[in-house]
């Protein structure tokens, strides 16, 4: 199975700061054939389901807003929140489509300083 | 829009069978997507438990293989989950998605308790 490590854990950053979430893979998730990393990112707040941020990497899902953006390629994969809001507080995941079994990140919980 | 319903018994007994099922609504099964199963323990992580595509190919995670079968109903618009033999281990909220670019369309999630 592809293991997903996220870094940190937990976060805590001021309103209006940067919020940056590391995703290590434990093997590429490039697909050489299309150039695509199968890699996407999820907020999910308590009592609601995961929501799709990012996929393939860096691509915004539709009406996400443009201060979520994702970045890398292979292996090594960022979530960056340029400036955080109150409304981004929640647990943030990574996951890889890139072969079953689907595996996700064990959460990074963002919290406001 | 494609929307996504979970709806099964709350309630299993230990050693006993869960089975849960998905509505799809506002778009076809028959559709060019994987259909997933995902499911979180209380207080802890996403873990993926299988898909189905429209032809009923399936894909399982290895660690429940053994347990889990996951079917199609193209009549009702619906995909099914069912895990037996089930324990504690297996008390958790049950989530249906559907594959796309990632999994970008989620049901509510029905939490299902496994006790006696």
């Known amino acids: 199975d592809i293991v997903l490590t996220q870094s940190p854990d937990s976060l805590a950053v001021s309103l209006g700061e940067r919020a940056t979430i590391n995703c290590k893979s434990s093997?590429?998730?490039?697909?050489?054939?299309?150039?695509?990393?199968?890699l996407g990112w999820y907020q999910q707040k308590p009592g609601q389901p995961p929501k799709l941020l990012i996929y393939?990497?860096?691509t915004r899902e539709s009406g996400v807003p443009d201060r979520f953006s994702g970045s890398g390629s292979g292996t090594d994969f960022t979530l960056t929140i340029s400036s955080l809001q109150a409304e981004d507080v929640a647990v943030y995941y990574c996951q890889q489509y890139y072969t079953t079994p689907y595996t996700f990140g064990q959460g990074t919980k963002l919290e406001i300083k | 829009q494609v929307q996504l319903q979970e709806s099964g018994p709350g309630l299993v007994k230990p050693s006993g069978t869960l089975s849960l099922t998905c509505a799809v609504s506002?778009?076809?099964?028959?559709?060019?997507?994987?259909w997933s199963w995902v499911r979180q323990p209380p207080g802890k992580g996403l873990e993926w438990i299988g898909e189905?595509?429209?032809?009923?190919?399936?894909n399982f995670n290895p660690s429940l293989k053994t347990r889990v079968t996951i079917s199609l109903d193209k009549s009702k618009n619906q995909f099914s989950l069912r895990l037996t033999s089930v324990t504690a281990a297996d008390t958790a909220v049950y989530y249906c998605a559907r594959l796309y670019n990632g999994l970008d369309v989620w049901g509510q999630g029905t939490t299902v308790t496994v006790s006696s």
């Open positions: 189905i595509f429209h032809s009923g190919r399936t």
């Open positions: 393939w990497a860096s």
């Open positions: 093997q590429s998730v490039l697909y050489s054939s299309n150039s695509e990393n199968y």
């Open positions: 506002g778009g076809s099964i028959s559709s060019s997507n994987w």
